[in-house]
């Protein structure tokens, strides 16, 4: 009798706790919403295409909305601005007329083509997708989507037949790079024998340029599954004409066909929250480093076709637990397409080098 009273006991002195820490959570959270409100704070955004893309600008759009509804802060959006000097500077120019100091640019090539606009303005806080600039009113944020790239690959390798798996890949940047090896280290972790054939668009959205170099990998490379790095769904379309499986990119249902066997996801609420509420509260000189991944679930995969059996998601999710746990994927011997060693046995390739110096590929990369 005496151990249940102490259980019960045990367990009221528990539930108290839970309750007294969801309380204090709820108030912090209301009280930043306060202060926003009260600051009638604004925040500029500015994005690469609309935000009805069925991509990267409407999964951040909705992102976007999800942390400023949440935290009482008024949105200003200026969409469909090129990866181009003259554009983004009158984008930026506009928001600072309009007594915006905050103002968050939203694609990968933005820091760097108005980098001194940033530096002549440090009473305007800029927030960039961009580790390859720094400025005192500048900080990076991302999500490691590399991580969700990987478990891609094991998707990929797992699937494919012909142990030949195509990537159409964008621009030749550190971001790109970064993903494209975790897919590649994800397909051989699951099947050694396979090889990625990659090429090329030098762009985040040209779809006959998309179409036509998902077109050459299935005509010369024998690929029977085609991921991709760009903004739209052009190459999802060429694999569901084509017959070949598929891996989308922010595309957040399967509304396209059993062919897509999934899509990198990122839940961008949960990271434009962590760093605004940070802004909000004078915290953000406290974390220099927003790039939040898994163990925040901030990315994954979105779903799965009715064509991935329950041994390939077994497959996916141990690979998950792995990474929560603290598997770096970029671990152990690495070398890259040359035949330099980038990792040994026993080393792991750190966020720094992850973030400044990745401009290479794998071995087990093949470029037609």
């Given at each position: 009798?005496?151990?249940?009273?102490?259980?019960?006991?045990?367990?009221?002195?528990?539930?108290?706790?839970v309750l007294l820490y969801l309380?204090?959570?709820?108030?912090?959270?209301?009280?930043?919403?306060?202060?926003?409100?009260?600051?009638?704070?604004?925040?500029?955004?500015?994005?690469?295409?609309?935000?009805?893309?069925?991509?990267?600008?409407?999964?951040?759009?909705?992102?976007?909305?999800?942390?400023?509804?949440?935290?009482?802060?008024?949105?200003?959006?200026?969409t469909e601005i090129p990866e181009?000097?003259?554009?983004?500077?009158?984008?930026?120019?506009?928001?600072?007329?309009?007594?915006?100091?905050?103002?968050?640019?939203?694609?990968?090539?933005?820091?760097?083509?108005?980098?001194?606009?940033?530096?002549?303005?440090?009473?305007?806080?800029?927030?960039?997708?961009?580790?390859?600039?720094?400025?005192?009113?500048?900080?990076?944020?991302?999500?490691?989507?590399?991580?969700?790239?990987?478990?891609?690959?094991?998707?990929?390798?797992?699937?494919?037949?012909?142990?030949?798996v195509g990537y159409v890949a964008?621009?030749?940047?550190?971001?790109?790079?970064?993903?494209?090896?975790?897919?590649?280290?994800?397909?051989?972790?699951?099947?050694?024998?396979?090889?990625?054939?990659?090429?090329?668009?030098?762009?985040?959205?040209?779809?006959?340029?998309?179409?036509?170099?998902?077109?050459?990998?299935?005509?010369?490379?024998?690929?029977?599954?085609?991921?991709?790095?760009?903004?739209?769904?052009?190459?999802?379309?060429?694999?569901?004409?084509?017959?070949?499986?598929?891996?989308?990119?922010?595309?957040?249902?399967?509304?396209?066909?059993?062919?897509?066997?999934?899509?990198?996801?990122?839940?961008?609420?949960?990271?434009?929250?962590?760093?605004?509420?940070?802004?909000?509260?004078?915290?953000?000189?406290?974390?220099?480093?927003?790039?939040?991944?898994?163990?925040?679930?901030?990315?994954?995969?979105?779903?799965?076709?009715?064509?991935?059996?329950?041994?390939?998601?077994?497959?996916?999710?141990?690979?998950?637990?792995?990474?929560?746990?603290?598997?770096?994927?970029?671990?152990?011997?690495?070398?890259?397409?040359?035949?330099?060693?980038?990792?040994?046995?026993?080393?792991?390739?750190?966020?720094?080098?992850?973030?400044?110096?990745?401009?290479?590929?794998?071995?087990?990369?093949?470029?037609?």
């Amino acid at each position: 009798m005496k151990s249940k009273i102490t259980i019960i006991a045990l367990l009221a002195v528990v539930a108290f706790f839970v309750l007294l820490y969801l309380s204090f959570s709820k108030v912090g959270n209301e009280e930043v919403k306060k202060i926003a409100e009260a600051q009638k704070l604004r925040i500029g955004f500015v994005l690469l295409s609309d935000t009805a893309d069925n991509g990267w600008n409407e999964t951040h759009y909705r992102g976007i909305r999800s942390a400023c509804d949440s935290l009482g802060v008024q949105m200003s959006l200026i969409t469909e601005i090129p990866e181009e000097r003259g554009p983004l500077e009158k984008a930026v120019n506009d928001m600072i007329a309009d007594s915006l100091k905050v103002i968050v640019l939203t694609s990968y090539n933005y820091p760097i083509l108005i980098k001194d606009i940033i530096e002549k303005r440090p009473d305007v806080m800029f927030y960039g997708i961009n580790w390859e600039f720094d400025a005192p009113n500048y900080k990076a944020y991302f999500a490691r989507i590399y991580q969700a790239r990987y478990l891609a690959g094991i998707l990929a390798g797992a699937m494919t037949k012909t142990n030949h798996v195509g990537y159409v890949a964008a621009m030749k940047n550190i971001q790109v790079y970064r993903g494209l090896n975790a897919f590649i280290l994800g397909v051989q972790s699951v099947n050694p024998k396979a090889k990625v054939y990659v090429r090329w668009t030098n762009s985040w959205n040209e779809g006959e340029v998309e179409t036509e170099n998902a077109n050459k990998l299935i005509d010369s490379s024998g690929i029977d599954v085609i991921a991709f790095h760009q903004d739209r769904a052009y190459i999802i379309e060429v694999a569901e004409k084509r017959g070949v499986y598929c891996i989308g990119n922010h595309v957040e249902n399967n509304r396209f066909s059993s062919k897509m066997l999934s899509s990198i996801a990122l839940d961008w609420g949960i990271i434009y929250k962590d760093f605004i509420q940070d802004y909000i509260q004078k915290k953000d000189n406290e974390n220099m480093d927003y790039w939040l991944g898994l163990e925040k679930d901030a990315v994954g995969l979105a779903f799965y076709s009715s064509e991935v059996p329950d041994s390939v998601k077994t497959l996916v999710n141990d690979a998950i637990e792995r990474i929560k746990a603290g598997y770096n994927m970029f671990s152990g011997r690495i070398v890259d397409s040359n035949g330099k060693v980038r990792s040994e046995e026993g080393e792991t390739i750190s966020d720094e080098v992850l973030r400044s110096d990745m401009e290479w590929l794998v071995k087990g990369a093949v470029e037609p």
